[in-house]
């Protein structure tokens, strides 16, 4: 399966694995990543959101470009915190929450997989699941119904 990832992407990506923000890939690539191939428009990724790593994400967003007024660690620290950058389909949706999932549970439960020489801290298929449920739009609760049988066919041939 080969899975592209713009080059756009993969900075972004760099930039905050080279500041150690710890972070998720959630959303449609992860849903592709976990091995349910469809179409998505943006990359979506949910940050720790304790102060440390906000200061950590705001270095890293610099770094890679984002450097606009006002963005501060703050940005990252509020509850449901929500920052876009960029359009379709180079769209960029940063997020400080997971509906129906604990982010230091999720984190811990990770998986940490390599793309194109890029590791990449991906959320894990059973995390990715309950998120998509709690969520409940009608993309996620078909990105759900096709998880589970990609997850039901893999633990079967074990």
Do not use: W
């Amino acid at each position: 399966m080969a899975i592209k990832l713009e080059e756009e992407f993969q900075e972004l990506l760099r930039s905050l694995n080279r500041n150690n923000v710890r972070y998720l890939l959630i959303g449609g690539y992860a849903v592709i990543l976990n091995g349910y191939i469809r179409n998505t428009t943006d990359l979506d990724v949910c940050v720790a959101s304790d102060d440390e790593n906000a200061i950590r994400l705001v270095r890293a967003l610099k770094e890679f470009g984002f450097d606009v007024p006002g963005l501060d660690g703050s940005l990252f620290t509020k509850p449901k915190s929500l920052v876009r950058m960029g359009f379709e389909p180079l769209k960029v949706e940063i997020i400080n929450y997971l509906e129906g999932v604990d982010f230091e549970k999720a984190y811990s439960n990770r998986n940490v997989i390599e793309l194109a020489g890029l590791k990449i801290d991906l959320i894990s298929v059973e995390d990715l699941i309950a998120n998509k449920k709690a969520v409940g739009r009608h993309i996620d609760l078909a990105d759900v119904e096709k998880l589970e049988k990609i997850n039901k066919q893999i633990l079967a041939e074990k």
